[in-house]
Nanobody, 113 residues
Framework: QVQLVESGGGLVQPGGSLRLSCEVRGSIFSRNAMGWYRQAPGKERELVATIRQNGTTDYVDAVKGRFTISRGNGKGTLYLQMNDLKPEDTAVYYC???????WGQGTQVTVSS
């Protein structure tokens, strides 16, 4: 059974940075397209960044130029580097294997002064 374990969230001031990690257990990590999603209070969960098996990345317009998705293949870990954070980035962030149903528990990111 595949497990997804997110970490790295926290409270940060506007303009600050955080790096989220997602440990993927029980899967051949490099064979999966992966994504980072987020869900803000009262809003639907949205896909913010993806990385394909060949390394191609894509981002929602709201985070382009500020967020970077990457893999640590040797460790089975997915990352999301978030820079220049804004209050509207506040949400619970989740990683997910694209095309599969399972979710991790998420990690809370709060951007506030």
């Amino acid at each position: 059974q595949v497990q997804l374990v997110e970490s790295g969230g926290g409270l940060v001031q506007p303009g600050g940075s955080l790096r989220l990690s997602c440990e993927v257990r029980g899967s051949i990590f490099s064979r999966n397209a992966m994504g980072w999603y987020r869900q803000a209070p009262g809003k639907e969960r949205e896909l913010v960044a993806t990385i394909r098996q060949n390394g191609t990345t894509d981002y929602v317009d709201a985070v382009k130029g500020r967020f970077t998705i990457s893999r640590g293949n040797g460790k089975g870990t997915l990352y999301l580097q978030m820079n220049d954070l804004k209050p509207e980035d506040t949400a619970v962030y989740y990683c997910k294997r694209l095309g599969f149903a399972s979710w991790g528990q998420g990690t809370q990111v709060t951007v506030s002064s």
